[in-house]
C-alpha cells in the first residue's frame, strides 16, 4: 500500500522556520522524483521544490528560492522540506508529491503552515 505521510506544519510567527517531513512507503522512493507542493485557501496548487530521483539536483519556486530547502534521505524514505524565513503569505496546506515517468504519481494528504504575522 503507498503511503505519503508528511508531518512537522504547524502555527509559527513571521520569520520563524519549519521543518516538514515526508515518509514514504509501498513504492519504490529512491526512483522517485520527490516534491512539495503548497496550496492557499482559494487558490491553485503550486510546486515549492522539487528533487531528482537520480543526482537530486534540485528545483524552487521563485518565492521560496533562498529561504526553503529540499532535501531527501533515500535510506529511510524520507524528503524533507526545510522552511526558514517564514511569511504570512507561505501559509498553506503543504503536500508531498512523488512521481516516476510513465507511472503513477501519488500524493500525501497535506499539513498546515500557518505563518501569522
Known amino acids: 500500500q503507498v503511503r505519503l505521510v508528511e508531518s512537522g506544519g504547524g502555527l509559527v510567527q513571521a520569520g520563524g522556520s519549519l521543518r516538514l517531513s515526508c515518509a514514504a512507503s509501498g513504492f519504490i522512493f529512491s526512483r522517485r522524483s520527490m516534491s512539495w507542493y503548497r496550496q492557499a485557501p482559494g487558490k491553485e496548487r503550486e510546486l515549492v521544490a522539487n528533487?531528482?530521483?537520480?543526482?537530486?539536483?534540485?528545483n524552487y519556486a521563485d518565492s521560496v528560492k533562498g529561504r526553503f530547502t529540499i532535501s531527501r534521505d533515500n535510506a529511510k524514505n524520507m524528503v524533507y522540506l526545510q522552511m526558514n524565513s517564514l511569511k504570512p503569505e507561505d501559509t498553506a496546506v503543504y503536500y508531498c508529491y512523488a512521481r516516476l515517468m510513465g507511472y503513477p504519481a501519488y500524493w500525501g494528504q497535506g499539513t498546515q503552515v500557518t505563518v501569522s504575522s
Open positions: 528533487i531528482t530521483s537520480t543526482n537530486g539536483s534540485t
